[in-house]
């Protein structure tokens, strides 16, 4: 098993692109969240979902879209970056119990 | 608002001394405290969890103490070692029925020097 797979690994946007973080799991877990992590603030949830077609807000999800189409994939969407979405990205899943898995991370940076 | 306040911000301990890390949370309906271990270029990784039933757990050189009244849990590291050297995030969560999320502390950068 792959465990979570985050794609890319490193990103630099200017302000106001768009794009795609993907991630992808191969452990047939229904629950998926993502987390932004910034110095000193520690993890913060920006969206996560229970089952494919179901998604919700967590803590920080201005400037942020998901969407479940599998339960294999959740990828989160940064409709116009702005510097202040610089950041790295995991992506996590779980499946029944509370253990989460998280993915390596996605660092990136909004000039 | 922070739910789970996780202090010292940054932790310096000897090779073979004792690391305690501290949080602790206001919502009483939190019924799973897990800590996270994350070295540098990582994702975090659960080192150990417990449940408020119970009031301590270890794991190898690895215990959570829990007190359930004054709403607080910590870490404790028995004989640390360098390898140890990495950044610790507390974190609680409920069940509900639309699926628990995990509340973070904001994290601790343990170094455990030779």
């Known amino acids: 098993n792959a465990g979570v797979t985050q794609t890319p690994k490193f990103q630099v946007l200017k302000t106001g692109q768009s794009m795609t973080l993907q991630c992808a799991q191969d452990m047939n877990h229904e629950y998926m969240s993502w987390y932004r992590q910034d110095p000193g603030m520690g993890l913060r949830l920006i969206h996560y979902?229970?089952?494919?077609?179901?998604?919700d807000q967590g803590e920080v999800p201005n400037g942020y879209n998901v969407s479940r189409s599998t339960t294999e994939d959740f990828p989160l969407r940064l409709l116009s970056a702005a510097p202040s979405q610089t950041s790295v990205y995991f992506c996590?899943?779980?499946?029944?119990?509370?253990?989460?898995?998280f993915g390596s991370g996605t660092q990136l940076s909004v000039l | 608002q922070q739910q789970v306040k996780q202090s010292p911000q940054s932790l310096i301990v000897q090779k073979g001394g004792i690391s305690i890390i501290n949080c602790a949370y206001e919502?009483?309906?939190?019924?799973?405290f897990p800590w996270y271990q994350q070295f540098p270029g990582k994702g975090p990784a659960l080192l150990i969890a417990?449940?408020?039933?119970?009031s301590e757990k270890k794991e190898g050189r690895f215990t959570i103490s829990f007190n359930k009244s004054a709403k607080q849990f910590s870490l404790h590291i028995m004989d640390s070692q360098p390898g140890d050297s990495a950044t610790y995030f507390c974190a609680a969560s409920r069940n509900s029925n639309s699926g628990y999320a995990l509340n973070f502390g904001k994290g601790t950068s343990l170094l455990v020097t030779p």
């Open positions: 919502n009483t309906a939190f019924d799973y």
């Open positions: 417990i449940r408020p039933d119970v």
């Open positions: 996590a899943s779980r499946r029944g119990g509370e253990k989460l898995f």
């Open positions: 979902s229970v089952g494919a077609g179901i998604t």
